[in-house]
């Protein structure tokens, strides 16, 4: 949980950025709109870049082990974020500067591509039966922790500071910071041991030359599934976060401080959201939770444009809560689930893959399809990306039912086969 909190917060402080001060600090001054879509696009870039981290570092995972693997996804994570602090801006050396942001954007995607899957499986693997859906939710419980710590700093920062100071020098803060952080990370990483599961299975039998090859052979349809299965919970973070923020500080004008106090409160609702899914994803099975979870996207998608857009602080932040509230039913199971759907052998590249290919329709497109949108037809179309994001993993968690039958090399002997 708290080395997924550093990397979160790394990721989040990039959201938070873009809403707020990239646009134009980075790009062309065509329009405020325009550059607010090219900041949100070079947020996307990293979702792009996580699902080759995740065949990447899903290679070593299964191969060497999940411990060193998720030390060096720290590593590049940590040094992608820092780079940021020191870049130069669009006003001094052109499109230089874009180029540069998007390529150290890249590196936190591909570093964030090895990380979720690793801890995941880390707590998972390790967990006693009946316990799964809860060790497995501790990786996300280090979302929220990140969030809380990356707009809390910015908050501070926007309190403290002037409006010239913090777009001239107060922005790289916590770009900053974050080496500090990354230290913390590096430290609780490199004091855990490997999996008995891992372990067993290496005992058994040598891992595979490629495991991404024996995945796409024999687990395609398993992918697709859980690929779908965690679209949902990535659309509505992002709704509720990035293009939340933006649209709040501009189309309708609330400070920016305020808006991100409102964040932080609706951010608890989240922490909230996992710890009942997980509780109930073991009294029950993390499968039927998301599917609860999938349910209640499709209908959240209809109130959220319309509280989102409402102008009262009070609907708007009633509707990120009841939104991060909900997500939690969607991103909560996904540690107890998506292990279930995968050999041990190859386990740490599905659901890397999986959740990172899930992440570019979710995560992704969700910002930039929620800009083009509400500038379309207002913010109450939004809503509807989140309605078709809850479809999308409705389908996918009952097509997994149907293709883990199928499925060849099914090792389920580890503990987390009771979460099924």
Same mark, same amino acid.
């Given at each position: 949980?708290? #080395? ?15 809403? !707020? ?8 001054? %065509? ?79 591909? #570093? ?19 316990? %799964? ?23 501070? !920062? ?38 008995? /599961? ?46 939340? !923020? ?31 899914? /997980? ?25 959220? #444009? ?55 329709? #979710? ?30 993993? !409705? ?26």
């Amino acid at each position: 949980m708290v #080395g997924t909190s550093v990397e979160f917060y790394d990721f989040y402080i990039y959201a938070t950025a873009a809403a !707020l001060v990239f646009g134009p600090l980075f790009f062309p001054s %065509e329009s405020a709109t325009a550059q607010t879509l090219f900041a949100l696009m070079s947020f996307g870039i990293a979702f792009v870049a996580r699902p080759v981290g995740a065949i990447a570092f899903g290679h070593f995972g299964d191969r060497i082990g999940r411990k060193s693997t998720l030390v060096a996804s720290l590593m590049l994570m940590g040094a992608s974020t820092l780079l940021i602090a020191f870049l130069p801006t669009y006003a001094m050396v052109g499109w230089i500067a874009p180029l540069l942001l998007c390529i150290l954007r890249f590196g936190q995607g591909f #570093g964030l591509g090895g990380e979720w899957g690793g801890a995941a499986l880390l707590a998972v693997e390790n967990a006693p039966p009946g316990w %799964e859906a809860r060790f497995g939710a501790a990786p996300q419980i280090g979302a929220p922790v990140g969030f809380l710590a990356a707009n809390g700093l910015f908050l501070l !920062l926007g309190l403290g500071l002037s409006d010239e100071q913090f777009m001239s020098w107060g922005w790289r803060v916590p770009f900053l910071a974050s080496a500090i952080l990354v230290g913390l990370g590096l430290w609780v990483r490199l004091r855990i041991g490997e999996t008995p /599961a891992f372990r067993e299975a290496m005992e058994r039998e040598a891992p595979p030359t490629v495991p991404l090859a024996r995945l796409l052979k024999h687990h395609w349809a398993a992918v697709l599934a859980g690929s779908a299965g965690v679209i949902a919970c990535f659309a509505i973070f992002y709704l509720s976060t990035a293009y939340a !923020l933006a649209y709040g500080t501009t189309a309708q004008g609330f400070a920016r401080e305020t808006f991100l106090a409102v964040q932080l409160a609706a951010n608890c609702f989240l922490a909230a959201g996992i710890v009942v899914a /997980a509780v109930r994803s073991d009294a029950t099975s993390s499968r039927r939770v998301l599917m609860w979870g999938a349910v209640a996207t499709i209908l959240l998608g209809v109130a959220f #444009g319309p509280g989102v857009a409402s102008g009262s602080l009070v609907i708007v932040f009633l509707t990120l809560a009841s939104a991060l509230f909900v997500m939690g039913f969607v991103y909560g199971p996904l540690g107890g689930w998506l292990p279930t759907l995968f050999p041990v052998q190859v386990r740490y590249s599905g659901i890397s893959v999986a959740f990172n290919a899930g992440g570019i329709v #979710g995560g992704a497109l969700a910002p930039v399809a929620a800009q083009l949108l509400s500038a379309g037809g207002g913010a109450s179309l939004v809503g509807l990306f989140l309605s078709l994001a809850g479809l999308a993993t !409705l389908a996918g968690v009952g097509f997994a039912r149907s293709c883990r039958a199928g499925e060849p090399e099914r090792d389920m002997a580890v503990s987390v086969s009771s979460s099924v």
